[in-house]
């Protein structure tokens, strides 16, 4: 699958408001999707396609990232660019040009999940002679996203960035990567906050400049609670249809049941007469304790569910713990070190923050801050 000589840089800063409360704590490309941080995965499509350097472009807990991929991730080599303040979608590419210089870049929103043909999209890239190339998905509904409008020859133009379903120019959409020419680049104002949606993509448009490569396979926004689960528990069905899959080390006892499809992660453990699933996925060193029930649910690496427990419909975030005989209803999420003491009861969609204590019954849904 190699195709090109390229650099990427992912844009891995942003506060991640919509993913709220569990973004607090964990930055948004860490995220796990079907087990492992969706920025893993992008990184394994990119190696997969011959690129050999990512530079992550971070500001908000770029800490966590920094310590999950290290200086090399799958044979990437990883660079981080820190930005002082957050300088939107454009200002950090700008930014960070001292990485790349003079070279074509492949530019990316780390938040998506998108198996796209770079091979294909350089090739288009390169007989439109374009300044720039942004992959399109096609979407029921663009209004959330950048919308296009591409003529026959794969030339977008026009770009208009979140628009009113009546202004919407169609249905194709930024999908979030972009090859960018350095005369792209340089288009970029410098020192400022910039939204590269905003501020250059409708300008390029308007000149002929800017191409779009519609990539109509696997493709996943994470950028909310309700698309991150959407992501997880499609992609679930397609990895684990029909089974189980067990990651290494994992320790399942005998009289655990397991209902497809679900993934149980490295290391975890499901203990004596606990019944996992359908449709749902344990973490890395995650532990199920004896008789505990939990469907459609996420659990994130290194949380625990007590025994006797039942979760139904819940993200559990990193390193929270379930206390015994807890019941968490649909649409609940507890972020990231929160502790939910025995016995609980959460009402539907109650959303626990980051490292606070629960030891009375929520009865009604709410945030629990
Ligand atoms: N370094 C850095 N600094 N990264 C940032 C910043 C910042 O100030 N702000 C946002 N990001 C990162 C986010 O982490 C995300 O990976 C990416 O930039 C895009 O920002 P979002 O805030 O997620 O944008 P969006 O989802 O509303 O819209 C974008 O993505 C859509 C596709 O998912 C746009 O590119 C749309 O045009 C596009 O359709
Ligand atoms: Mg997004």
Redesign the pocket.
Known sequence: MWCCELKAL?????????LRPLSYAL???LFPVCGRPVLERTIEHLSSFGVDEAI?????LADQLREHFGEEYHGVKIRY?L?P?????G??IA?ARRYYESERLLA?????LAEIDLGAMSRLHESNEALATVAL?EVDD?T????VRLDERSKIRE?V??PKLADAPSRL????AYLLEPGAVDRIPKGR?V???REV?PALAGEGRLSGYVHSGTWF?I?NISDFRNANFTLLESEASGKAIVGKDAQISKSAKLDFPAIVGDHATVEDGAILGPLTIVGRRARVRRNARVARSILFDDSEIGSESSVEGAVIGNSATIGGGVVIHRGSVIAGHAYIHDKVRLAHDVYVHPYKEVDEDIASPGHVV
């Open positions: 992912i844009l891995a800063g942003g506060y991640a408001t919509r930055p948004k490309l992550l472009a971070v500001n908000y660019s930005e303040t957050p300088l939107g979608t200002g950090p930014f990316m929103n780390g938040d998506i998905h663009p959330p996203f950048g919308v770009f960035e979140k959409v930024n999908a979030g906050k939204i590269i949606e993509f926004d950028g």
